[in-house]
Structures are given as structure tokens and as C-alpha cells.
């Protein structure tokens, strides 16, 4: 049995029945012409189905018996129950984007089945404009966010006529990789993993003690820079929670974000990360309960050097949303200043200091279920913003056009809130999942986003585009 990386238990050690640590995406696709909905569901169901050649990715899951092996090793299931795992569904009518959402904010309230392989499929027809969403989750042990989302580019193409669509989880998308060596070393490779796999953990342990005092003098030396173990303001995101949640999401043309990137000489990443800093301070006064001092994020990164489409290699910086300033103008300067910094500060660490400090950052969240711990613990971030890139170009699954992607991420104890984005060749899709009771009237953050979007293009002088619903 392989072990199990400390970025990868801790999702399986930090999970509760009202906090479910899987992560999932919604796509919506267009039927190719002369097509319907239902005959392009009938389609993928049936592709989904006949594909008996599962990946080792989708065979995986905690090893047996997971009360007590299931965080430290994984094993691997040699028969799949395709039926289990792929679900088709119809909305009820009408048939909106309401029912929709609806029905994946339900599902993704749910755990998934440990003694299984952690994912589930669910393919969706009903929606009264013609098209089919699939709506998938996986454990956010088995995958992060960049990696999920090249599992599913893998089973696109590019081309509109292509018709060898297949599944997400057939091997032969794995067999443009160049054959694995049979030599020597490939065999002292393989009988000295075991130690290489033990050492690599001691690393991550080892690599905690530098990162953090790189960070503590970055801290101290400059005032634009949101340190980490610091604690940010309590607020209505940083709360124990219940297990319902609610998602919302929005996509918005992604010229308009380009436009005020290029007219202010700033990243995309600062465009959106200022979008979400005005419309969570919009949201907050709303609810009458803006704190005093500015919110802090924590924005997931990644430090994937490969092309892999399974595991966590991820680490954080820390952001100040500066929710505190109802100018438009400085609270993007304050952002940008403070994002800067902090890809700066991560950038000097090595690989694994940035691993490992990734994993010190998010291990008080393991401790989050322990009654009182979030109550009398103050928050060290208010929420999660993850900026996941895309599909480059127009993809399609066997004729049918991908026409939306959004993110569906994981609400925890005390981060009762999490925007994430997935960027595509013309759309910024945001997908907001937050705990249903505690966040009352959560679509209206997208509203917000929508406002905050428009102020920064006063800001920037450029002329405001239509967005799309």
C-alpha cells in the first residue's frame, strides 16, 4: 500500500459529517447540431458506462480498515461499480439555472463513501436552454483544483468534429505519456520508494522551521505584506457551520476583466481578487456586520511543476482585502500591494518550505471540529479565493461545446465561505459555495461581484462591457 502524503491526509483528518472535505466542478455543454439534450445525455451515459478501463486515480481510495489505516496509506479497488458512481438526473421544471444550482448545492452536502472510491458523476438534462450540465465530485485528498481541472481538459478536444470523446476516467488518456524504463535503475527505483516516500514526509515536516521564519522577518520588515498566524478579524465567515450548503454561480466575459488588467498594468489574478474584496465588503454591510479591521484571505497556489492530473501540490499566501477602505482606488492598491508581496516572499522558499509551509497554513483547520476550538480561537484568514486557469482555447466533448466550467470547493469550520474561479478562453467563472444557515442570502455576493466589476472599470477609465448571466 503507498503512503499517504501529509497533503493529502489532512483533507481525510479534517473531515466531519458537516464538514465534507470533497472538492467539484459543474460544466455545462451544448448539444453539437441537429443533436437534443436528451440524446447528448443517452451519449455520455453511455460512453461513461462502457468504459471499463478505469485510471488508478478512480480505483483509489483510503486503505481498509479506514478507521485506522485510511489516513496513512491508500489502496486500490480492482472492480468499480460504474452504476454507483455515475448518476443521471433530470431537473424539475422549469428547468432554470435555479434548479440547477439547487440540486448541486444538495448533493454536495453529502460525504462520500470511504469503502468506495471517493467520486461520484452526475449527469443532468432538464435545463429549459437546451443544454446538459454534469456536475462531478472527488475527495480533495485524491486531486487539488489544478489538477481536477486537467482531468477534465484531458477528455476534450479542441477540435469540433472530434467524436472520440470518452471518459474522464478511461486509461487510454494516459498513454500519450512515454513509457515507464525497465532498467536497473528504474528497479532500485522502485524497491527504494518506501524510503524516498518516507524521507520526502520527513522533508515536509523538517521544511516547516525555515519557511516560517522567512515569513516572520518578511512580517516585520514590511507593512504591505498580510503575515500568516497573525489573526484577522472575527466576522459571520468564521464560524462553526452546519452541513447544508448553498452554491452560486456567475460567469462574466473574460474581456472585461482583461481590459481593466491592460488599462491598469495589472494580472488578471488582481482584477478578480479586488472583484471579491469589494462585493465580500458590500455583502458584509449588508448583513450589518462589516468588521473594523480589513478582511484577510487566503489564496491557494499552486507548486505543481508537472503535467500531473492527481494529488495536492499546493501551498498559500495571504492577502489583505482591505474591506476596510470604501475607495475603489486604494482597496485595489492595497490589494495588489499585498499580493505582490507575498508571491514575493513565497518565491524565495524552496519547493518543499512552500509545501510545507501550504500545509501548516490549512493544519488548524483539522482541528476546527473540536467543540469550542472556532468559537475561541481567533480566525488566522476569513476566506478562501482559489484562481484555477482553464481551458485556453474552445473546447468540446465529442461535437458538444463546453459552455460553462465552474468550480464547486469545500466550506469549513470557521471558512463558512469559498470563491473560487475557473478562467476559460472567453469566461471568468465563479463558483461561490458557502454554509447555507449561517451565510443567509449568499447569491447576492454575485450581485456584488457584478458592482465591484464596474467600479474598477471607472477606476481604470474603460468602457464597461454587457456580462453574461
Same mark, same amino acid.
Given at each position: ?12 483528518? #479534517? ?20 443533436? !437534443? ?103 480533495? !485528498? ?75 522577518? =518578511? ?62 465588503? =458590500? ?29 495536492? #501540490? ?19 492598491? #492595497? ?80 471558512? =463558512? ?53
Amino acid at each position: 500500500m503507498p503512503y499517504m502524503p501529509v497533503t493529502e491526509s489532512m483533507f481525510l483528518i #479534517a473531515e466531519t459529517r458537516e464538514q465534507p472535505m470533497h472538492a467539484g466542478g459543474l460544466q455545462l455543454f451544448i448539444p453539437r447540431e441537429g443533436q !437534443s439534450a436528451t440524446e447528448l445525455a443517452e451519449e455520455i451515459v453511455e460512453t461513461f458506462h462502457s468504459c471499463a478501463d478505469i485510471r488508478p486515480l478512480f480505483r483509489k481510495r483510503p486503505a481498509s480498515p479506514a478507521a485506522l489505516l485510511g489516513t496513512l496509506a491508500w489502496s486500490y479497488d480492482d472492480e468499480i461499480d460504474v452504476d454507483y458512481h455515475v448518476r443521471r438526473a433530470v431537473l424539475p421544471r422549469p428547468g432554470r439555472i435555479r434548479e440547477l444550482l439547487r440540486y448541486v448545492s444538495l448533493n454536495h452536502s453529502a460525504l462520500l463513501d470511504r469503502t468506495r472510491p471517493m467520486w461520484e458523476l452526475h449527469i443532468i438534462e432538464g435545463l429549459d436552454d437546451g443544454r446538459v450540465a454534469i456536475y462531478t465530485k472527488i475527495h480533495h !485528498s485524491l486531486v487539488d483544483g489544478i489538477s481536477a481541472l486537467r482531468l477534465l481538459e484531458n477528455s476534450l478536444s479542441p477540435d469540433p468534429n472530434d467524436r472520440t470523446g470518452t471518459a474522464w476516467w478511461d486509461t487510454a488518456l494516459l498513454r500519450r505519456r512515454p513509457p515507464r524504463e525497465t532498467t536497473g535503475a528504474s528497479l532500485r527505483s522502485r524497491l527504494t520508494a518506501p524510503l524516498g516516500q518516507a524521507l520526502n514526509l520527513t522533508g515536509q515536516i523538517v521544511g516547516a522551521g525555515p519557511a516560517a521564519a522567512k515569513i516572520a522577518w =518578511a512580517g516585520i520588515t514590511d507593512d504591505a505584506f498580510a503575515p500568516p498566524f497573525v489573526p484577522a478579524p472575527n466576522t459571520i465567515l468564521d464560524v462553526p457551520i452546519g452541513s447544508a450548503r448553498r452554491f452560486a454561480a456567475q460567469q462574466w466575459p473574460r474581456q472585461r476583466l482583461d481590459a481593466v488588467g491592460q488599462a491598469l498594468d495589472i494580472t488578471l489574478n488582481d482584477v478578480v481578487v479586488t472583484m471579491c474584496a469589494g462585493a465580500l465588503r =458590500a455583502y458584509l454591510i449588508d448583513q450589518d456586520a462589516l468588521p473594523d479591521d480589513p478582511l484577510i484571505a487566503a489564496m491557494p497556489v499552486s507548486t505543481r511543476t508537472d503535467k500531473s492530473s492527481e494529488g495536492n #501540490a499546493v501551498t498559500a499566501i495571504m492577502a489583505n482585502l482591505a474591506t476596510d477602505q470604501p475607495d475603489p482606488e486604494r482597496r485595489l492598491a #492595497a490589494v495588489i500591494a499585498s499580493t505582490r508581496k507575498a508571491k514575493q516572499v513565497i518565491r524565495g522558499l524552496s519547493p518543499l518550505q512552500a509545501l510545507a509551509f501550504g500545509a501548516a497554513t490549512f493544519a488548524p483547520l483539522a482541528l476546527a471540529p473540536i467543540p469550542g476550538f472556532v468559537r475561541s480561537t481567533p480566525p488566522q484568514f476569513n476566506v478562501l479565493i482559489s484562481n484555477v486557469p482553464g481551458p485556453s482555447r474552445p473546447m468540446y466533448w465529442n461535437g458538444a461545446a463546453l459552455d460553462g466550467c465552474y468550480p464547486v470547493s469545500i466550506a469549513m469550520h470557521g471558512q =463558512a465561505l469559498n470563491i473560487t474561479l475557473t478562467t476559460t478562453a472567453d469566461q471568468v467563472n465563479f463558483g461561490l459555495i458557502g454554509a447555507r444557515k449561517e451565510l443567509p442570502s449568499l447569491q447576492r455576493i454575485l450581485t456584488h461581484l457584478d458592482t465591484a466589476l464596474d467600479d474598477l472599470e471607472k477606476v481604470a477609465g474603460v468602457r464597461p462591457l454587457r456580462s453574461v448571466p
